[in-house]
């Protein structure tokens, strides 16, 4: 979670910015920066995962403020079913 709320994770945005990555873009969206709100809110490769999310937590789902603060656990569930840091954190 701290992470997500620094924006200091495996995603593209961050690995660029620490020449960890060769783009900053996601793999899914061409053109589109990887950072936190784009993982979580936008990416068209999670929306199976978002559309669960939101089934849960109505408008909050879209409410990245309250999905890092109040919603961690319901996150957590995002973060684990999309699969996107198991390589780096198991």
């Known amino acids: 979670i701290m992470q997500l709320r620094t924006g200091h994770t495996p995603l593209n945005a961050h690995l660029h910015r620490i020449r960890a990555s060769p783009s900053p873009n996601c793999e899914h969206c061409p053109g589109v920066p990887e950072d936190v709100h784009h993982y979580i809110l936008e990416c068209g490769m999670y929306e199976q995962q978002r ?6 937590l109505g408008r909050t789902a ?11 656990k319901s996150l957590l ?3 684990h079913q999309t699969k996107r840091f198991t390589q780096t954190h198991g």
């Open 62 to 72: 879209s409410n990245i403020s309250a999905l890092l603060t109040s919603e961690v």
């Open 51 to 56: 559309f669960t999310l939101r089934r849960k």
């Open 77 to 79: 569930t995002y973060v």
